[in-house]
């Protein structure tokens, strides 16, 4: 195998976040009298961490201090019902284990704050993950390739045996500036036409063909 280490992003490739997301946005938008983001409009900020998707979501022209108000409320909302809603995608379970079997070491690194990524993933994908890695002070976020490369170096794994599997503009432009392959999904919250013209490397329109990727 090519392969020995897949790095996955977490929202929108394995794990589908969006309800909790949504209702813990449109939770916060509330209590300061705007008004509520539809499941698609949230769908389409996410991408760039939390503090980007308030500031899409409350109203254009919002003073800052009320934004960053809005902002600290929906990490409250989404710090409790973080897995109110939330599950893999059908086949991912699956998908992990048969690469555990088969050696292949897997790892997270998503631009949702650490302390949520790590109880998301503790909470589906116990015991299946190698390294876990969300947004924390010291690492820039996607798409600069420090959390990428900071797993690879933890593993010991080289980049060129090493996939990046997302579904967002952020995942291929972390894997291009990580020097690694990279694996598009479409089954996630990114279509085809929201990748700012990027030329899709592997598109998998099913774990499956995701599978038989890593796994040639």
Same mark, same amino acid.
């Given at each position: 195998?090519?392969?020995?280490?897949?790095i996955?992003?977490?929202?929108?490739?394995?794990?589908?976040?969006?309800?909790?997301?949504? %209702?813990? *946005?449109? $939770? #916060?938008?509330?209590?300061y009298? =705007?008004?509520?983001?539809? +499941? !698609?409009?949230?769908?389409a900020?996410?991408?760039?961490?939390?503090?980007?998707?308030i500031?899409?979501?409350?109203?254009?022209?919002? %003073?800052? *201090?009320? $934004? #960053?108000?809005v902002?600290?409320? =929906?990490?409250?909302?989404? +710090? !409790?019902?973080?897995?109110?809603?939330?599950?893999?995608?059908?086949?991912?379970?699956?998908?992990?284990?048969?690469?555990?079997?088969?050696?292949?070491?897997? $790892?997270?690194?998503?631009?949702?704050?650490?302390?949520?990524?790590?109880?998301?993933?503790?909470?589906?994908?116990?015991?299946?993950?190698?390294a876990?890695?969300?947004?924390r002070?010291?690492?820039?976020?996607?798409?600069?390739?420090?959390?990428?490369?900071?797993?690879?170096?933890?593993?010991?794994?080289?980049?060129?045996?090493?996939?990046?599997?997302?579904?967002?503009?952020?995942?291929?432009?972390?894997?291009?500036?990580?020097g690694?392959?990279?694996?598009?999904?479409?089954?996630?919250?990114?279509?085809?036409?929201?990748?700012?013209?990027?030329?899709?490397?592997?598109?998998?329109?099913?774990?499956?063909?995701?599978?038989?990727?890593?796994?040639?």
């Open positions: 195998m090519k392969y020995a280490l897949v996955f992003d977490l929202d929108g490739t394995l794990l589908n976040t969006l309800d909790d997301l949504a %209702d813990a *946005a449109n $939770a #916060a938008l509330a209590e009298g =705007f008004s509520p983001r539809t +499941t !698609e409009e949230i769908r900020f996410i991408g760039n961490g939390v503090s980007r998707l500031h899409r979501a409350v109203p254009e022209g919002t %003073d800052e *201090a009320v $934004a #960053a108000a902002l600290a409320r =929906f990490k409250a909302v989404y +710090t !409790e019902h973080v897995n109110d809603k939330t599950v893999p995608y059908p086949g991912i379970l699956f998908l992990l284990r048969e690469l555990k079997d088969r050696g292949v070491r897997c $790892a997270v690194n998503s631009n949702k704050v650490d302390n949520a990524v790590r109880l998301l993933c503790d909470a589906h994908f116990d015991g299946l993950l190698d876990v890695l969300g947004e002070d010291g690492i820039p976020r996607k798409p600069a390739p420090d959390g990428a490369r900071r797993i690879m170096e933890r593993l010991n794994v080289r980049p060129e045996n090493t996939l990046y599997v997302g579904d967002g503009d952020a995942d291929i432009r972390t894997a291009q500036n990580a690694i392959d990279c694996a598009w999904v479409s089954w996630g919250y990114r279509h085809v036409d929201e990748l700012d013209g990027l030329d899709i490397p592997n598109r998998c329109d099913s774990v499956a063909a995701l599978k038989s990727l890593i796994l040639c």
